[in-house]
């Protein structure tokens, strides 16, 4: 019982870190020169205590780097949570400084027509390097920063603000600027994607009909009369004038000659006719068969 009791007391000031614990993030990495912000949770029965940043693996020798109540106290063993009986609650985490190269966004989409910005980061060591832009697998296509530490054409611009970040602008996207790029700081060089779509198009329906004013407002306007087109059309109209006027002259004539024979037989026709009536009169007597001869030049009649 006595042992149970001084196991108890031994893992006292250790409870409150598993009832309420500090938490953060494992590990961290960040480029060379680029700021860093660590968050750490605690619970609300902590909100009234000193918090600190110290360096160090064992919490009773780290070397404090920044406190809450800066600048009273510099050692954080002074600041016991709970006095001699109880244990800060602690958090560790490890940060890694990279060398060398990232980008805020690998992978970009942009509408054609459209402009994508690229952020390039880099670490102090390469702030003086040469900055390039180029196409994957076409070094033909690589831009360089000039000695203004810039770089702009129609559809490219470069800008290194010598602060570890240069942009790369990509102006008026079009479908073939689809595929990868890298963009390079001395030797260092990462990856990007640029992805461009197609511009979506708008239909435009009509909900209303339209009236008969509405609709002669989109009839074309017409065409002035020139001097040309009138002479054309009277050139046209005097063809068809003309044509009209011989058709009916040729049957005129036509009609004339029909005329001119009908009256031409008149008199033959009418002799035929008397002589067929006075045959038909002494037809009962006669028993023979009588001929009659007309010539036509002469107009005399024949009979025997």
């Known amino acids: 019982m006595l042992q149970l009791f001084l196991i108890t007391l031994t893992l006292l000031p250790w409870f409150p870190a598993f009832l309420c614990r500090v938490t953060t993030e494992g590990e961290h990495a960040v480029m060379e020169g680029q700021p860093l912000t660590v968050p750490c949770h605690y619970g609300p029965q902590y909100a009234g205590y000193v918090k600190y940043w110290c360096r160090g693996k064992m919490r009773e020798f ?28 602690v958090a560790y985490t490890n940060i890694k400084v ?84 890298w963009c390079s700081a001395g030797q260092q060089q990462i990856a990007v994607h640029v992805l461009v779509t197609s511009r979506p198009t708008t239909a435009v329906s009509v909900t209303s009909t339209p009236t008969t004013s509405q609709s002669v407002a989109y009839l074309p306007p017409p065409k002035p009369i020139t001097k040309e087109s009138w002479n054309s059309h009277s050139h046209i109209l005097e063809s068809l004038v003309v044509c009209a006027s011989i058709m009916l002259l040729v049957g005129l004539l036509i009609l004339a000659r029909k005329l001119w024979k009908q009256h031409k037989q008149d008199p033959v026709l009418r002799q035929v006719k008397e002589i067929q009536a006075r045959h038909n009169e002494y037809s009962g007597d006669l028993q023979n068969s009588a001929v009659v001869f007309l010539n036509r030049d002469s107009q005399d009649v024949h009979m025997y």
């Open 62 to 89: 780290c070397t404090s780097l920044a406190r809450t109540d800066e600048p009273r106290s510099a050692n954080p063993a002074e600041e016991k949570i709970g006095g001699a009986w109880s244990a800060d609650d």
């Open 98 to 181: 990279i060398h060398g190269m990232s980008v805020v966004n690998s992978r970009l989409i942009g509408e054609e027509g459209s402009s994508i910005t690229v952020e390039c980061q880099y670490s102090e060591r390469y702030r003086e390097s040469e900055k390039k832009w180029c196409r994957s697998g076409d070094w033909s296509s690589c831009l360089l920063t000039g000695s203004d530490r810039s770089y702009e054409d129609t559809s490219v611009a470069i800008s290194d603000d010598r602060t570890r970040t240069f942009t790369i602008t990509l102006k008026k996207l079009k479908m073939r600027d689809t595929g990868w790029y």
